[in-house]
């Protein structure tokens, strides 16, 4: 079974930055799709950014233009660059990787949180 945990976490000043990364416990080659998803207080989650194995990425609408998704099979990590971090951004980041072979898997880490204020 994969195990991702997440790293990076932490509290910033609106405007700043912070580096989320995310280390699976297998060869990323092998998870179809990697991802990042939030989820803020009485809000449900919702997606950040997710990466496939070929390179290719989506943004929230929220997010695009000041948040970037990348992956680094060598280090088996997915990384969440942050930037211009707004109040809005706060919430518990979760890292996501998906198996799309059939049966489909899916796993979770266990969060880490991200605090931005004003």
């Known amino acids: 079974q994969v195990q991702l945990v997440e790293s990076g976490g932490g509290l910033a000043q609106a405007g700043g930055s912070l580096t989320l990364s995310c280390r699976a416990s297998?060869?990323?080659?092998?998870?179809?799709?990697l991802a990042w998803y939030r989820q803020a207080p009485g809000k449900q989650r919702e997606l950040v950014a997710s990466?496939?194995?070929?390179?290719?990425?989506n943004y929230g609408d929220s997010v695009k233009g000041r948040f970037a998704i990348s992956r680094d099979s060598a280090k088996n990590t997915v990384d969440l660059q942050m930037d211009s971090l707004e109040p809005e951004d706060t919430a518990v980041y979760y890292c996501h990787g998906r198996r799309t072979a059939y049966p489909s898997q899916e796993y979770w880490g266990q969060g880490t949180q991200v605090t931005v204020s004003s």
């Open positions: 990466i496939s194995n070929s390179g290719r990425t």
């Open positions: 297998e060869e990323i080659f092998s998870i179809n799709i």
